[in-house]
Each structure stands twice: as structure tokens, then as C-alpha cells.
């Protein structure tokens, strides 16, 4: 409930600055590979105790801007994970983040526990980590503090070769104060026709289990009908019992976020079967795979981002929208070049609404066969790939592709309540944005905590997806 107050009292504030008819999408960042034991998405953070200091929180702007990742204005910062206190017993991560544009190349961090036991982790060397490629050495659950007393502790945090060395210190909270949901929980998991969805006991999701499973079975006929296959082998589907991201994301398995206190207010079929509609699509035959048409795709077949939505209608709407002077409407060469560059809730319409406009005016089997056979130039100018794939199956170029988009966009019947309805969309998930880089760093999308499953369902963690702030 405090997590909706504050995310409330952000979005009127941004409101207040920001009226529906002036509201500035953010841009965000392109992803690259995680490291260490953390989830590569598919593309689609409390502060440590003791360890981070709160960054000054922004003025709202009604311009685009990048969106920053929560850094210290100087100097090295260091996060511990899992959020929301550390108890006795956890097995504790460190994030040893790198100021802004420091050259890290060569370099690492190690850290020592200043204690009777004298523990002395592995040097780990400074990776890009997360969607936004954020430069850190990352420290995969190092610490078991079974056994340890609570209390405080120094833990030394060195940059090698012959870098800064500096002090910081953890608390540990006594396992009998563990939050009640928390004491005894574990992963248990159901099998159904499609899947295979894991929970942590005492979630929402252990209490909604059975219906969840009867969702996933729909939902994954839906997406096999549509897509003309079926999956080879059971969806691995993880539950998480606190909001990460956007609410959903794809790589060898499906993470999905399940809670009553889903601030994101994504919902659970819809966000299943966009990251089901992932899975299928990549691996199904193809060279290139421009990200516009990838996530498009998703949208497209699901319906909707967020929520079900006229795509098209609602994609007409960017053409009148603008702030100082910049139109809300993203050509397309920026699109298909620097697709994740681009407003979220933006990129994701504008993506779906031309594939709608591609099987509307081709047919899907012609957009399908059109899709798969995009070439790979192997040189990222994606405009050059999907300009020749154009110019083999429908005889048109690039330029004249979007020409033909547009006048179909103005052609649209575009309500003033369409249109109403798209700027608080993206008003509220800028806010929700805004609200984790803050407040829960660990869940914004670019850079989120978001831990192995198969390692934590052997290891028997689940602070990692249970815990999260209080704040």
C-alpha cells in the first residue's frame, strides 16, 4: 500500500508539472548482455542498506531525456542484494558499479570481510551488466551468512590494480524478524499442458496456483494456434511475488511478476502471452530479426502493450502529439535502427501498429513469409535489411513503406479519449520509471536484479524475488 501512495503522490506531481496535452516521453537505452548469474531479457533497486546513497530526485521535465541510471554523482557505489534488510542466513550479492565513464578496462573489484572469519571473495572483473550495459563488477550471492551473528559489519571493497580501497558496513538482522511471508518459504512448482510454472509458498501466486495454470493453457493455445506451432517442450514459467520491470521477461524461461501489490499494473495473460509469443518466435526459422518487428509482433498477437487496445487508432494519436516542437511519432529509420533508444510505451504502439498494417494490407501469411526472410547484413543498418526484404516481397522501398504506414495512421479515426487515454499511459509508466529508479533501483527494467531461476530453485533462495523495499 506505501508503495501505491508514493507512486501516487510521483504521478501528481508529474501531472501537476506536466499537463495530459504537454507530457515528454523519456527515452531509454539499448540492451546489451548480462553477466553472472543474472537474466538476459528479451527485449520488453530500494537502495542497499547502509551501502547506497539516494540520488537527488530530478525535476520533471517535459522533454524527452535520457533516462539515467542511479549512480552516484562520483565515485564508486556499491549495492547489496537481496533488498529490504539483510537476515541471518541470506546468501548475500554485491554490486560494485563504476562511476559514469570510468575506463574499468582490466580492472576489478574485491571485497573482504573484516571479521574473526576474515571471508575473502574472488576478484571479479568490471562487465557491462543489464539491458542498459551498465559497467560493474558483479558478485553473485558470495556471502552465506548462515551461521553468523547479527550485528554490524565491515566489509573492505578494493579496485585492482592499485585502485581506491574504502569501507562499508552491513547489518545483519536477526532470521526470527524475517517477514512473516518469508519464514518457510520455498519453490514448489505445477505441470501443466504447456508449462511448468514455479512459485515461492506464502506468494499470491501459491494462492492463485490453480487458476494461474488453467491461464497459462489458454493463453499458450492461443499463441500456438496463431502462430502455427506448438512448443516442443514444457514453458518454463517463474512467478515473482514483487514487481520487476515492466512485469515480464523472456530468455531461456519466463519470469512474470504476480502480486497484489503489483504497482506496474500489468496483467498476468497478457503479459504470459506477449513473453510466450518470444519464445515461439525465436525459435522459429530467420535471419535478421529487427527488434521493431520482434516486439511488434508480441503486441500485435497479444492485442495490446499493457492492456487490450484499437493498435492502430491508438498509433494515430502520435501524429498529433508533440512536445516543443518534437512529434511523438518516431520515423521509422530511427525506429528500426534504435528501436530500444526510444520511448518505451511509444516504440512498443508504433511496432505493433505496423505490423497490423503489414497483415491488413498483405495478409498475415505474406507478412509471415516476409518476417522470416528479412536478411542479415551483418552490419546492424537494419533500415538496408527490412529495405530489401520490401523490395523482394511487396516491390516497394523503405521510404515508401512508411509513406503508405502514415497514410494509413491519418486515415484512422482517432478519438480525443484515444488520445487522452495514450498520454496518461505514458505519463503513469514514465512515473513507474521514475518511481524505481528511486526508490527500487533493483527492479527498473535496464539494469534489474533479476536472478537465475534454475540457480535459485537449487539453491533454495527466494529473498532475491520476495524481498523488495519498503518504501
Known sequence: MRKLLVLTILLLQACSVISPLNIGPNSILEPTQTSGFTVTPSPTETAAPTATEMPPTPEPSSTPTTVPTVQAEEGFQVRLHPDGGLFVGDRISFEVIAPPGEDMEGKQAQIQLESS????????????????????????????????????????VSILPEGETWAETVTLIPQSELPEDEQGAKWESIQTECCVLNYV???????????????????????????GVDFTEPVTVTLIPRSIGHGGFAGEEIYITYSDENYVGSRFDLVLHHEMVHIIDGRLEGESR???????????????????????????ALLELSTDGEDWYVPLRDLANDFYPQQHEIGYLQGAALVEYMVNRWSWDQFNSFYRSIPDFENSDRVAEIDSALQDHYGISFDEFEAGFMEELRAQEMTPEIRSDLEYTVSFYDTVRRYQMLLDPSAYFTTAWLMDGPSM???????????????
Open 117 to 156: 572469519e576474515g571471508l575473502k571473495f574472488e576478484p571479479v572483473d568490471f562487465d557491462p551488466f543489464g539491458i542498459a550495459g551498465r559497467i560493474q563488477a558483479t558478485f553473485v550471492w558470495v556471502w552465506d551468512t548462515a551461521g553468523f551473528d547479527p550485528g554490524k559489519y565491515e566489509v573492505t
Open 201 to 227: 509458498t506464502n506468494s499470491d501466486a501459491a494462492r492463485d496456483i490453480e487458476d494461474l495454470a488453467d491461464t497459462a493453457d489458454e493463453q499458450a493455445e492461443l499463441v500456438t494456434e496463431r502462430l
Open 290 to 316: 529487427p527488434s521493431v518487428f520482434v516486439e511488434g509482433l508480441a503486441v500485435y498477437l497479444t492485442g495490446g502493450h499493457f492492456k487490450s487496445e484499437e493498435l492502430l487508432p491508438r498509433a494515430a
Open 457 to 471: 530453485r537449487e539453491r533454495g533462495i527466494v529473498a532475491d524475488f520476495v524481498r523488495s523495499p519498503t518504501a
